[in-house]
């Protein structure tokens, strides 16, 4: 069996739009309350309410080989609308209801072009620079243990 992949172009805001997604789910729960906190939040109406399922992760065999189903995660995902029409989404990896559910709010609010640039300021940014300082502590870390070894030749015997 084959996977097909997608020769869509992806524009310029979807793009930007899945890099909010995926620093929203990669951020803790406790982080992404603490900026949903700061919004001023239009009413909303859930279109898909918080809900907990399983998915399966798939991997590949030294990153470039063949596909296999690596195991099940647990994810949590949440759709909503805003009164103004615009519909978001997200993806949660666990269990937290609310997470998903003010993702999905904040991803909704940066459709909106007069907000856009706040929840990319006030949200987004220091979410991924949280995260990008997180990997280079554990980088740093990890390049501290690294052990290089060699070998000696002893000899033509």
């Given amino acids: ?4 992949t997608s020769t869509t172009p992806i524009d310029g805001a979807t793009g930007i739009r899945q890099k909010n997604m995926a620093t929203l789910a ?3 729960p406790e982080a992404v309350a603490e900026r949903f906190e700061t919004l001023s939040l239009p009413s909303y109406e859930l279109v898909r309410q918080p809900e907990t399922g399983l998915v399966m992760v798939r ?32 993806y ?5 209801k609310t997470k998903a559910l003010q993702s999905a709010v904040i991803d909704a609010l940066w459709q909106r072009s ?4 706040q ?3 006030d949200i987004i940014a220091p979410l991924a620079d949280a995260q990008s300082g997180e990997k280079e502590s554990v980088r740093s870390e990890t390049e ?3 052990v290089n070894f ?8």
Avoid: Y
């Fill in 59 to 90: 991997g590949r065999m030294g990153g470039t080989g063949s596909p296999f189903n690596l195991g099940e995660v647990t994810v949590t995902r949440c759709v909503v609308r805003l009164d103004t029409g615009e519909t978001g989404s997200a």
């Fill in 1 to 4: 069996m084959t996977e097909a």
């Fill in 150 to 157: 060699f070998t000696m030749v002893r000899g033509d015997n």
């Fill in 92 to 96: 949660a990896l666990g269990r937290n």
């Fill in 119 to 121: 929840i990319e300021t």
């Fill in 114 to 117: 007069e907000v856009r640039a």
């Fill in 144 to 146: 501290a243990t690294k």
């Fill in 26 to 28: 990669a951020a803790s």
